[in-house]
T-cell receptor
């Protein structure tokens, strides 16, 4: 049973560029959340998608946007990259009507902005 | 707003010794509490969670935690650690009213188990 799959695993971008990260949720899960984990810090909630809509958003600027597709997979887009956007981006999936807090995390995408 | 404090950034311990990783939280509302572990180059794995009921919660890999409402703490313990327990440990809270189950994490504690 495949867990949460994220791609790519690593990437390097230049300041000002745009990036798209992808997430395939665990089989049977319908909700996707994104977290940013800066080096040496705990993950911070970016936003959550359910039924193809952004349900809740953390304290992140509009440069961060996302999308959920009918097959429940999701994308995270970051525009006008800053050096401070360098981090590990984690995707977590869950089932809306499932066991409370049944999050499954992916291994993340390591983004380096130079 | 909720916040989580993990006072110890790193805890060194010898193999087979007991360990306690401390977690304190601040919240004006009822919260759910969690401990996650992160091994190098991996995502987060749930160790245990407290939603309600008994304040002593048992998790995977021999870990347990105790919820103390009066001290707003949720410390993680293991009676005898192994080399393989070396990892980063994160305490997290989520407001019990929040249907999105958004997690608020502490800054983490690196557990270093020495032979």
């Amino acid at each position: 049973d495949a867990g949460v799959t994220q791609s790519p695993t690593h990437l390097i971008k230049t300041r000002g560029q745009q990036v798209t990260l992808r997430c395939s949720p665990k089989s049977g899960h319908d909700t996707v959340s994104w977290y940013q984990q800066a080096l040496g810090q705990g993950p911070q909630f970016i936003f959550q998608y359910y039924e193809e809509e952004e349900r809740q958003r953390g304290n992140f600027p509009d440069r961060f946007s996302g999308h959920q597709f009918p097959n429940y997979s999701s994308e995270l887009n970051v525009n006008a990259l800053l050096l401070g956007d360098s981090a590990l981006y984690l995707c977590a999936s869950s089932l809306e009507q499932g066991e409370s807090y049944g999050y499954t995390f992916g291994s993340g995408t390591r983004l380096t902005v130079v | 707003a909720q916040s989580v404090t993990q006072l110890d950034s790193q805890v060194p311990v010898f193999e087979e010794a007991p360990v306690e990783l401390r977690c304190n939280y601040s919240s004006s509302v009822s919260v759910y509490l969690f401990w996650y572990v992160q091994y190098p180059n991996q995502g987060l794995q749930l160790l245990l969670k407290y939603l309600s009921g008994s304040t002593l919660v048992k998790g995977i890999n021999g870990f347990e935690a105790e919820f103390n409402k009066s001290q707003t703490s949720f410390h993680l313990r293991k009676p005898s650690v192994h080399i393989s327990d070396t990892a980063e440990y994160f305490c997290a809270v989520s407001p019990s009213w929040d249907s999105s189950y958004k997690l608020i994490f502490g800054s983490g504690t690196r557990l270093l188990v020495r032979p």
